[in-house]
């Protein structure tokens, strides 16, 4: 059964190669300049909102609770862009999730030095750590992260 260190270098590149590949299957099948447009109109609604809630302003708000049912759809629009890579990358990466815990098993795969020890990880956490990362270096990188424009 394999164990640190070389599981945790064979679980960094495999993270790695899904996230890059995740991240830019994002990047090619989401239209970021409309993602782009919506989440500022919709940060524009809910700032107008919360001001004329605050102020009173009974005529505004009766306006944008008019407009509140075109922004629910483009909230569902953003959510619908977000999880399309999600469902098409979803059953390749449970077999691939199948076959790592299938080899490591409850193996422990890394350490990491922390307040004088040394913490053990098994496959579940040490691969989360390692994809949150490069998750958040390729989203940057490829133009994906909220607040970035083309």
């Known amino acids: 059964m394999p164990g640190a260190p070389g599981a945790t270098v064979a679980i960094i590149f495999i993270s790695i190669g899904i996230t890059f590949v995740t991240s830019l299957a994002n990047r090619l099948l989401t239209d ?16 107008d909102f919360n001001e ?33 890579v999600s469902l098409l990358f979803m059953v390749p990466f449970f077999i691939i999730w199948q076959l790592l815990i299938g080899y490591y098993g409850g193996t422990i795969v890394a350490y990491l030095p922390w307040l004088g020890g040394a913490w053990p990880l098994p496959i579940f956490y040490w691969y989360l750590i390692c994809s949150f990362f490069f998750g958040t270096l390729f989203s940057r990188a490829l133009g994906l992260a909220w607040g970035t424009t083309e």
Do not use: H, Y
């Open 32 to 47: 970021r300049k409309k993602l782009n447009e919506w989440r500022r109109e919709i940060s524009q609604w809910t700032s």
């Open 52 to 84: 004329a809630r605050r102020s009173g302003d009974s005529k505004l708000l009766a306006k944008l609770k008019r407009q509140q049912p075109r922004i629910t759809q483009l909230q569902s629009k953003m959510m619908w862009q977000s999880m399309k």
